[in-house]
């Protein structure tokens, strides 16, 4: 498959409003990235939990994946399990890890004498569904950890550990012939904010709105081509706003061109590498990778 990307990012303030939660705006899964994270319409597969929980819905499988990344705030991995259930929907969770490395505290003489250990813990529980074939419906239920583990001398800097909970729900939605055109919303990270050390020091959770749509069209193939082994283009916009907190809005396009009818078995994986510039949530040009097990 080839993917063409583009991502216009209109701000980035966020990096300097909240540390403890920003994470939960961290891009998640090659694919996503690959269509210049346009994934509110994303579908079929367990990363659509990180952007659209109605995106599980049409899952025909049971899914295990791995979704890393190198940002540049740290590494970030995240373990997905969804199981569909015919006549139910679909269940399943994720956990997902921000690991910022060891930060080095120093004395006078610039002597290390003790290192801090930042990060992020998410715990998702999901359930999606389909209503009529043309209408999915999806929810996430969060939990939300920041921690901080200092080793050595950390007087003066005790350990952090703040909890909190949050939801996001969305629906897609797919309209024409063989549902050519696919139309998702979704709002996402709506809950209590996250308390470290005191309540004035409380970060607010980022919670946005995304609206997206999705366009497919079938591109004319050669003599004998068998309907099924045909080019496809899809053109993908999403416009992501705050909702009820800082920020601004972003918009993202994203093109994809794929082979219709290639199987690859029970094993998968993606790789997507993002070029971006003037974005402080990523390292330049960052990579992407998933491993999924369909079975």
């Not at 690959?34 to 597969?45: P, Y």
């Not at 970030?76 to 269940?91: E, I, R, W």
């Not at 629906?171 to 996250?194: E, R």
Request: aromatic share 8%; net charge negative; glycine share 12%.
């Amino acid at each position: 498959m080839l993917s063409v990307s583009l991502t216009v990012r209109l701000s980035g303030q966020e990096l300097a409003n909240n540390s403890g939660a920003l994470f939960l705006l961290f891009p998640v899964g090659a694919q996503a990235v690959a269509m210049g994270q346009t994934a509110a319409t994303l579908d079929g597969r367990g990363e659509a939990a990180f952007w659209n929980p109605a995106g599980l819905a049409t899952l025909e499988h049971s899914e295990f994946a791995l979704n890393t990344a190198s940002l540049a705030a740290g590494a970030t991995h995240a373990l997905t399990a969804y199981y569909p259930s015919h006549g139910f929907g679909v269940l399943g969770g994720a956990v997902y890890l921000v690991d910022y490395g060891d930060l080095e505290r120093t004395d006078s003489a610039d002597n290390t004498v003790a290192r801090i250990a930042p990060r992020n813990i998410e715990f998702l529980a999901s359930y999606a569904t389909e209503l009529g074939g043309s209408v999915a419906l999806g929810i996430n239920y969060k939990l939300v950890e920041f921690v901080v583990d200092c080793s050595g001398d950390c007087s003066g800097f005790p350990n952090g550990h703040g909890v909190t909970h949050a939801v996001d729900v969305g629906g897609q939605f797919t309209v024409g012939p063989a549902g050519a055109l696919h139309v998702a919303v979704a709002v996402k990270n709506v809950g209590f904010k996250l308390q470290v050390n005191n309540r004035d020091q409380a970060d607010p959770l980022p919670a946005r709105l995304v609206v997206g749509a999705a366009y497919r069209i079938l591109l004319p193939g050669a003599a004998g081509l068998a309907h099924a082994e045909r080019l496809d283009l899809k053109v993908a916009a999403d416009v992501d706003s705050p909702w009820g907190s800082y920020g601004d809005s972003e918009m993202r396009v994203g093109i994809d061109v794929g082979y219709q009818g290639v199987t690859t078995g029970s094993i998968g994986v993606d790789l997507a590498r993002a070029f971006l510039t003037g974005s402080d949530l990523v390292a330049q040009n960052p990579t992407f990778f998933s491993f999924r097990v369909v079975f």
